[in-house]
């Protein structure tokens, strides 16, 4: 069985210079990740995955890449990369924010404003071709989600946050570092 806290314990010890210290935010700490869920709330909706679903998670999302303390806990590329990770490559996925925009963005551009509900709908029906894209994509959505139904009135943004940080000129390790 995997063991996040173990791997990210084992990830730590491998990046560790000579001194003991791990580059900043270059472990992923799955302890500190928030998911965000944006759930259709309107009568007889049955999709947020609608060009007006995807304008709206646009929103949240720059307004989150914008903000000055995501910059301070995102997890970044690597040490030499240290910008918040933006690879969505399922072979191995590197995104400090998983969320469904990410194969949207890829297959149409970042104009959010010009995407249809055919090309979208056209989009998961490709994804659903490849089971390894399918299953990278498939925890970020409602139950009634699956490879023949392509609807969820339900998807969740996930920001993965990494370790360790620094804050206003403190390190921290680990999340509960300074009240140990």
């Known amino acids: 069985m995997f063991d996040a806290r173990e791997a ?13 210290m791990v580059p900043l ?18 009568e007889d909706c049955d999709n947020v995955l609608t060009p007006r679903g995807m304008l709206i998670l646009d929103r949240i999302d720059k307004a989150i890449a914008a903000d000055p303390l995501w910059q301070k806990l995102c997890l970044f590329h690597s040490d030499t990369n240290q910008t918040c990770a933006m690879d969505p ?11 469904p925009l990410l194969l949207f963005r890829l297959a149409f551009g970042d104009d959010v404003a010009s995407y249809t509900q055919f090309g979208m709908d ?16 498939l925890p970020l959505f409602s139950r009634e989600f699956n490879i023949t139904n392509r609807k969820a009135k339900m998807y969740r943004m996930v920001l993965q946050c990494a370790g360790p940080i620094a804050v206003d000129g403190i390190r921290y390790q680990t999340m509960r570092d300074r009240s140990e």
């Not at 490559?89 to 969320?99: D, E, F, T």
């Open 25 to 42: 935010q270059t472990v992923l700490n799955p302890n500190w990740n928030l998911v965000i869920a944006v759930e259709c709330v309107e």
């Open 8 to 20: 990210a314990q084992g990830e730590v010890q491998a990046n560790q210079d000579a001194t003991g």
């Open 89 to 99: 490559n399922p072979a191995r996925p590197l995104v400090s924010i998983a969320h």
């Open 122 to 137: 056209f989009a998961l029906f490709g994804v659903a071709q490849r089971l390894d894209y399918f299953n990278f994509l």
